[in-house]
């Protein structure tokens, strides 16, 4: 199949992961506090999450904090979660009105006490909706997910109620903090960098791969239906011949 046969053939994407990079540059160009970048970092999300509901995308995986992120300062680490705390009070009643599902993957018991709050009640109150997925990985970093996933079935293990021989792919998928996702089927990388940086490695096993300069709060509807152009031009074959 020749490139021009090929373009735009493909379903759209199933599932899309997002890492919204570039909100500190996004601020710092303009003189602003970094603070100030991720608060325009919430616009996309809204703009995003409308239009993959309305394409047919059913997940819809959001990068809000990484674990490496308990790194920064601890002026920027309390406006994230201010403002993700803000986000999901102004948003829960609009986001039930439309259908979505919210759910979060990380470590969550690091999470402020009221910011933890707000997202249990968030997920509580959309539990019932049937629409797009959005979840939001928070505290989130791979490698500790797929280390605890270990230790749980090592657990079990230990106590003789696993056989060793019964762990595979399935089981092991089970037991992660992302167990109720599918796999990824486009990562989206804004910021300039190619990288995928902790996010989601075990999902992301055949996902195609978008990185786009844009930066996460210029990112806008033009930008997303470009990535899924894109997606669904390409030719995925799973490994298959
Ligand atoms: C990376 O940009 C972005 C983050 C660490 C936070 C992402 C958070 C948002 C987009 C806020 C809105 C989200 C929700 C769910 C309401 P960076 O600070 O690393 O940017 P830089 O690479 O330019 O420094």
Redesign the pocket.
């Known amino acids: 199949m020749d490139a021009s046969s090929r373009e735009n053939h493909g379903p759209p994407p199933g599932h899309v992961a997002v890492?919204?990079?570039?909100?500190?540059?996004?601020?710092?160009a303009r003189g602003l506090p970094?603070s100030e970048?991720?608060?325009a970092?919430?616009e996309?999300?809204r703009t995003l999450l409308k239009c993959a509901a309305r394409l047919g995308v059913r997940h819809l995986t959001?990068?809000?904090?990484?674990s490496e992120?308990w790194q920064?300062s601890p002026e920027?680490i309390g406006s994230?979660f201010t403002?993700?705390a803000r986000?999901?009070d102004s948003e829960t009643a609009e986001l039930l009105s439309s259908g979505v599902r919210l759910n979060a993957i990380g470590d969550l018991s690091r999470l402020p006490g009221p910011s933890l709050a707000a997202l249990r009640d968030a997920v509580e109150a959309l539990s019932g909706n049937e629409g797009i997925t959005l979840t939001?990985a928070i505290s989130y970093g791979s490698r500790a997910e797929i280390a605890q996933a270990a230790a749980r079935l090592a657990a079990r293990a230990a106590a003789g109620a696993l056989p060793p021989e019964d762990i595979d792919e399935g089981l092991f998928a089970s037991e992660l903090w992302s167990a109720a996702l599918p796999d990824v089927d486009l990562l989206i990388r804004t910021?300039g960098?190619k990288r995928v940086s902790n996010f989601l490695l075990w999902k992301i096993a055949y996902a195609e791969l978008y990185f786009t300069d844009t930066?996460?709060?210029d990112f806008g509807e033009e930008d997303f239906l470009k990535a899924i152009d894109d997606f669904r031009s390409r030719e995925r074959r799973f490994g298959r011949a």
């Open positions: 890492i919204m990079d570039g909100n500190g540059r996004w601020a710092e970094r970048g991720h608060r970092g919430a996309p999300v959001l990068y809000a904090f990484s992120n920064r920027e994230l403002l993700l986000y999901l939001l910021g960098d930066l996460w709060p």
